[in-house]
């Protein structure tokens, strides 16, 4: 059997197989024990020069992958659409080219066109990494997602799995989706219809209407952010009601005795998609995404750079030996 | 000019339902006489056409030269060079220049280009409303006078339903069609494709059919309400089909038009974000498609058009959501109908000629569209067998933002005449 590959990006799960999700899955499991020692550093990228090219605002993902990048050894440059030459009328392509001459090695994108990733992917050489396009996938995220699932379950098939809220607008739950039913699980979505597109079963999932319904059903719900833009944008009359009717209480969890994992992607609005007695409680594995999403991204960062799966345990043992060296 | 005989080709008029092997005589510009096997009188060209199609030539009522404004992406000389080498030998340009073409002094300036550029005939089509803007009506008289033969707000659906009444009725007056580009702004919204499958797994914006169905019903109903003649600009949808049939059996003077790319492709074609298939109204499910290809064949659909729209390719060469909306079309539209609906049985090579040249230069009122005795020596030969393969680097135009490159298509232009006069040669 060969051993699979990510090939040059990682820019959606959709077309990614099996074996690939789970190749960057058990990759990541070995990183994750980085993050925990008081030297927090790895060689495994040293002299590879990685571009976070941000051309939205994004805390979380930015820091993230920053930290995977920085724990990986690799030197790391910040480029903010704000200010930069972006600003300016420069495109896409000629910002990207621009930093391929100065000779990196990858680039991880965040943008607010959907396909923006691909279209920077198949202009240059480096590795690019798909931190989040438009409405289209945010492929890093819902792996942290599953991974998170997976420490709790030990496993992710056969596991039900509702995705609650924008489904329409929302990257982080196409990434969910695709993930998700490759591994074998089953996958729901539930919010108001005005942000269910139409098409959305033909992906392979089933739509619940009412959250009680979807809580009843569920082994875990991950709960995405309400952009307060929907309301203004017409798909939805008031924050008030969402919670009212889409909010997931402790009331609504209560109704149902047993293991239910909740997670939310962030940044949260407490009390508009989600209580905070759940956020904050038993059931909330939100702060576990948090820190699995930093092992996730070093796995993904690693098997583009063409870090060897059986060679991640070793790589994380260098820094001992390196450190006896100096 | 000598006069030309063009002789032994397979001779198409489906303004008088002749289809025969004859020859073709052409003096002074118009069609002197089709015989089966006529003299040629001295001094004249004959060409042997045997085995190719002799027919009016192709007529388009829906195109963007984007002269004034941006002539980086086409001019009314490259664009009517183009026209003559996809066969075409009438064109009607939409207003939608910089600045609109909304004033006789704006429609003048078409008219006079196009005479410099003597290649195929182009008529411009003035605003329905000042700069578009759907407020106030445009001057339609002067427009008229100044040699516009229809009037359209293409690219800004006239939203205001007051407006599109109005302009049907003052339109009635100059016997002009109002051509209309079908969508309901506040559905299309900020859309960049179809809404469907495709668009959700894409996470792109959709369009939904309705955007366009609400405002073709609305329409129908203003044409029936005004008396006034509505052509339907790029009908996508299946209920859109729908729509303008059940308004022609109530007899509402109501036309529509169907373009290649939208019997040829459906939204599957955005798949990998290629912005080459990126229009509007966007391209379709397969449903809809089959509903445009039945609707040209059972003439709910009267004809034919490319809504040829060149864009510069930088302008192309962007995100999707960002790349703006058109393809170009005059050069593969001929070979498109010829392979999608001919080669598939849905029309007959004569049907075919119908929609792209008799029927369009009819109900737009336009010369052209016929070989009768006496017409306008406009007409296009073509070799109705052979392939070609389409290889956006050669073409005339001055822009390459097409959907089908790399296709091979069927029947190949060899010559175009306009007037009598050899525009295209192959």
Known sequence: ?326 | MRPLVLAGGRVIDPSRDYDAVADVLIRDGVIEGIESRLTPPDGADVVDVAGKVVAPGLVDVHVHLREPGREDAETVATGARAATAGGFTTVCAMPNTDPVTDNQAAVGFIVKQAEAAAAARVYPIGAISVGQRGEQLAEFGEMVAAGAIAVSDDGHPVVSSHLMRTALEYARSFNIPVAEHCEDPSLARNGVMHAGVVATRLGLSGIPAAAEDVMVARNILLAQLTGGHMHLCHISTRGSVDLVRWGKQRGVNVTAEATPHHFALTHDACENYDTNAKMNPPLREAADVEAVREGLRDGTLDVIATDHAPHHYEAKEREFDDAPFGVIGLETSLGLGMKELVGRGLLTLPELIDRMSTRPARIFHLPGGSLRRGAPADVVVFDPTATWRVEPERFRSRSRNTPFAGWDLVGRVDRTLVGGRTAFAA
């Open chain 1, 1 to 326: 059997m060969t051993v699979p590959s990510l090939g040059k990006d990682l820019l959606g799960l959709e077309h990614l197989t099996p074996d690939q999700l789970r190749l960057i899955l058990d990759t990541s499991e070995p990183f994750k024990e980085v993050s925990e020692r008081a030297i927090k550093k790895v060689p495994a990228l040293r002299g590879k020069t990685i571009v976070n090219l941000f051309f939205e605002a994004s805390t979380r993902t930015r820091i993230s992958f920053e930290f995977a990048e920085k724990r990986l050894s690799a030197d790391t440059v910040n480029v903010a659409a704000q200010g930069s030459a972006v600003q300016k009328g420069e495109n896409l392509v000629d910002t990207a080219r621009n930093l391929e001459a100065m000779r990196i090695d990858m680039v991880v994108i965040r943008h607010p066109s959907s396909g923006a990733a691909k279209f920077l992917a198949e202009r240059i050489r480096s590795n690019v990494v798909n931190g989040g396009d438009g409405m289209h996938e945010h492929p890093t995220q819902a792996l942290l997602d599953m991974l998170t699932i997976r420490d709790h379950y030990e496993k992710i098939e056969g596991l039900k799995v509702c995705i609650c809220g924008d489904i329409a607008h929302s990257r982080v739950a196409r990434s969910n989706i695709w993930g998700l039913t490759k591994l074998g699980a089953q996958v729901a979505v539930c919010g108001p219809q005005s942000l269910i597109p139409g098409s959305i079963e033909e992906l392979g999932v089933v739509v619940f209407r009412r959250i009680e319904e979807a809580i009843e059903w569920a082994d875990v719900l991950n709960i995405l952010r309400l952009q307060l833009e929907r309301m203004t944008g017409g798909y939805i009359p008031s924050l008030r009601e969402y919670y009212r009717v889409f909010g997931v209480t402790l009331e609504r969890l209560e109704r149902v005795q047993r293991d239910l994992l909740i997670l939310h992607p962030g940044p949260m609005n407490r009390g508009v998609e989600i209580d905070s007695r759940v956020a904050d409680g038993p059931h909330s594995v939100i702060l576990d995404q948090v820190t699995n999403g930093v092992a996730v991204r070093m796995a993904v960062l690693y098997l583009l750079a063409g870090g060897r799966p059986e060679l991640a345990e070793a790589a994380k043992g260098e820094t001992e030996r390196e450190g006896r060296g100096t």
